[in-house]
């Protein structure tokens, strides 16, 4: 996820690797339409072309290798005008809508625009791709023309299509046609894999299939003609009989079924307020389309396009902002990540035992290690957010099944902060990579000047970043909790006692009484980068610091430094490195700001929060599709603009989209007591564009209630009525 910024400098100066992200620069400025179903994905352009008109970051993706990299339609060879595009509510179908330019078809006679309408519809799978096309002549005289279709594969690894130079590649194989009357694009790896392309047509082109196919178009007035192809993603030796994949329709039915089962499994918000409504079902939709299923339960992969695999922090933020209202999916991120927690050194991989996962990639750029991502543990946060995440699920659904059945894998991820987190015995949990080729950040900010002080010199490692502390503090004292809950006495009370002297350490070593907050970091001197950032932020998540700190906190992170009109940025506007532009260094994360906002919530700090929770919702509303990208540029808000865009933000990524519930969580302060039954909303308020909140499925167990809310003072109190019951569930109000 997070190292597209972030490695791009440090590949250079080190590796000498050119990295220049020249192909994806235009990802901010057309907002490309995508799909995924797995590990398949699919960028496009308005049109459904793919680098019909030059290189970009588009095409069709399986295991982080490209299988079509040109896919383009044209109409008496002219590419056809676009009349719409849109992906549908719940990510599905993409349905485009073209039609012809003025076209000459006979030497004598002039096809005028607009009298062929072409309807394509692509629908994806794990591995296959389908398009309908359906033509129809709305014209008054018969129609003889042809429309064509071009394809290409380039099997570009997905670190080459971010920019990435390659000594060497493997070998592309001549376009063969095969006897089914199909057309296989192939490629050997270095890595010593094939991959093949195959594209089968129905009906057949005319003549050969090769990389560029035609049809004959012969239509009488309103006549239509329907051309399908399928695409699938093969690796490994050919089969003598491939398997057969589903019809579109087929296809289609199936997606919609995984996604009616995923919607049913998590609570739905309705309200007042279209737009909010609109931002949430897109949210959901885009959640819904990022998730894998795996053995281990669903799963959300971190972004399109650079991020379509799994990552351990980003996968824990996601699940940790939509645990009240889906605790499923945490399920499913803490099975999978207990399957790839590390259990022995590999310092090629920053792996030591018991840390959970950075990354997972299956591309040949990682299978030969020309990038360390393969299975790679350079995060630091990602082991206590799973001991955070595993607490906080037991709190919500009192599944203490699953947490014995994770048990040993809490306890090692203890274990690793215990032994090698905290490189030097003070308990505070630090990092410095071991591989060479590693990320040289390991937080969420992971770009390689992302932690400095204040007169802009680098912080050198071992760092030691206070939002991990944070996280180590909660990791300690969930842990305790669990424990005693499980009958493990001892272990409780050494827990306990050692996130309490945890506190205190970081009190007295982070906190700057000038800055109203406290210091990002300490470095290798354990000196501390006294800098104002969106770190100190999470502090307020976990419950870290005291009421009185955790107000100022709130009230440094709203000055009009930080919080730029559309959110808090990463780095307050004055500092050193400050820059809006940046990756990490100014710019606003709607992860980082949904976060907060839960902090701010814990604490009871309403005012700062309707602020915050407006901001997020008006950039919402902002942006394309009202989908939150992964960030944007921290530019001070003006009258009548919009949120400036990252260019090479992941459109869409799950922890942004996840956001939504974050801040209704934030609204709502629900929490659950598995074993009173009940449900309890905490000083639950309404900001002025939200007059009504309908909340349906809030499940507890077996049981689930709907409730609605209503704002009724100008401070946001509301009324909460309970409309409906299903199963033994209580619901109280705590004002």
């Not at 991502?373 to 957010?385: A, E, H, K, N, Q």
């Not at 204040?454 to 990791?475: F, N, T």
């Not at 532009?581 to 606003?588: A, L």
Request: proline letters at 5%; a negative charge; aromatic letters at 8%.
């Amino acid at each position: 996820m997070d190292e597209e910024g972030t490695e791009l400098h440090r590949l250079e100066e080190e590796s000498g690797w050119s990295v220049a992200a020249t192909a994806a620069t235009a990802l901010a400025l057309y907002r490309p339409r995508t799909l995924k179903n797995g590990s398949t994905f699919l960028v496009l352009d308005h049109f459904g072309d793919a680098q019909a008109i030059g290189p970009t970051a588009e095409g069709l993706f399986h295991d982080d290798t490209r299988f079509l990299s040109r896919l383009s339609i044209r109409i008496a060879g002219m590419r056809p005008l676009l009349l719409s595009s849109a992906v549908n509510a719940d990510n599905s179908v993409l349905t485009v809508n073209l039609t012809n330019p003025d076209l000459i078809v006979l030497p004598e006679r002039k096809l005028m625009r607009d009298t062929i309408h072409v309807e394509r519809q692509i629908v994806l799978g794990q591995g296959v791709m389908r398009e309908r096309i359906t033509v129809r002549n709305f014209g008054d005289a018969r129609l003889t023309s042809e429309i064509s279709l071009s394809f290409a594969a380039d099997f570009a690894d997905i670190f080459e299509v971010r920019g990435q130079k390659r000594a060497r590649r493997g070998v592309r194989h001549v376009p063969v046609a095969g006897t089914d009357g199909s057309l296989i694009l192939g490629y050997l790896g270095l890595d010593n894999l094939e991959r093949r392309t195959r594209l089968r047509f129905d009906p057949p082109p005319a003549g050969i299939p090769g990389r560029d196919n035609r049809w004959p178009l012969d239509l009488d007035p309103g006549a239509h003609q329907t051309i399908e192809v399928l695409a699938t993603c093969e690796i490994g030796p050919e089969q003598a009989e491939p398997p057969a994949a589903p019809g579109f329709d087929g296809l289609l039915a199936g997606i919609r079924a995984w996604c009616g089962e995923r919607s049913a499994q998590r609570t739905q918000a309705i309200s007042s307020n279209q737009a909010f409504n609109d931002w949430f079902a897109r949210s959901e939709s885009d959640l819904t389309m990022l998730t894998t299923e795996t053995e281990s339960g669903p799963f959300p992969y971190a972004g399109i396009p650079w991020f379509s695999c799994p990552f351990g922090r980003d996968s824990l933020v996601t699940a940790l902002q939509c645990l009240w209202a889906d605790p499923e999916l945490a399920r499913g991120v803490l099975r999978y990540h207990a399957k790839l927690q590390a259990t022995a050194l590999d310092p090629a991989r920053d792996a030591e035992p018991g840390k959970i996962l950075h990354e997972s990639r299956n591309g040949e750029m990682a299978t030969l290690r020309e990038v360390p991502f393969g299975r790679y543990y350079g995060s630091v946060d990602s082991t206590p957010l799973y001991v955070v995440l595993a607490t906080q699920y037991a709190d919500r659904t009192g599944d203490w099944a699953l947490i014995r059945e994770i048990w040993p894998n809490i306890v090692a991820a203890l274990g690793w902060i215990e032994r090698y987190g905290d490189i030097d015995g003070d308990l505070l949990l630090e990092y410095d990579r071991k591989s060479v080729n590693g990320l040289i950040n390991q937080g969420w900010k992971d770009s390689w000047d992302s932690v400095f002080h204040d007169d802009g010199r680098l912080a050198e490692a071992p760092i030691a970043l206070i939002e991990v502390q944070a996280y180590a503090e909660a990791a300690w004292r969930g842990a305790g909790r669990m424990a005693a809950a499980l009958g493990h006495q001892d272990e409780a009370a050494f827990w306990t006692d050692r996130a309490d002297t945890l506190r205190e350490r970081v009190e007295e070593a982070f906190w700057c009484e000038e800055l109203s907050t406290y210091a990002m970091a300490l470095d290798g001197e354990k000196r501390p980068c006294r800098i104002r950032s969106s770190n100190a932020g999470h502090t307020l998540l976990t419950g870290l610091p005291s009421p009185d700190r955790a107000r100022r906190i709130a009230q440094t992170l709203m000055a009009p430094e930080s919080f730029c009109g559309w959110g808090i940025r990463t780095v307050a506007e004055g500092e050193s490195r400050y820059n809006p532009m940046s990756y990490h260094t100014g710019s606003v994360w709607p992860h980082d700001n949904g976060l907060i906002a839960l902090g701010m919530k814990r604490y009871g700090l309403n005012g700062q929060l309707e602020r915050l929770l407006t901001g997020i919702y008006d950039s919402a509303l902002a942006v394309d599709m009202h989908r939150l990208p992964e960030l944007f540029c921290g530019f001070s808000r003006r009258l009548g603009v919009g949120p400036t865009a990252y260019p090479v933000a992941c459109l869409p990524q799950a922890w942004a989209a996840a956001s939504v519930y974050a801040v209704l969580g934030a609204m709502l302060g629900v929490s659950f007591r598995p074993e009173e039954n009940s449900i309890r909303f905490l000083r639950p308020f309404l900001p002025a564009w939200l007059e009504e909140l309908k909340i349906e499925n809030l499940r507890l167990g077996t049981a689930a209630v709907d409730v609605r809310l209503r704002r009724h003072s100008e401070d946001g109190g509301v009324s909460l009525n309970l409309l409906r019951r299903r199963g033994q569930i209580e619901v109280a109000v705590i004002t």
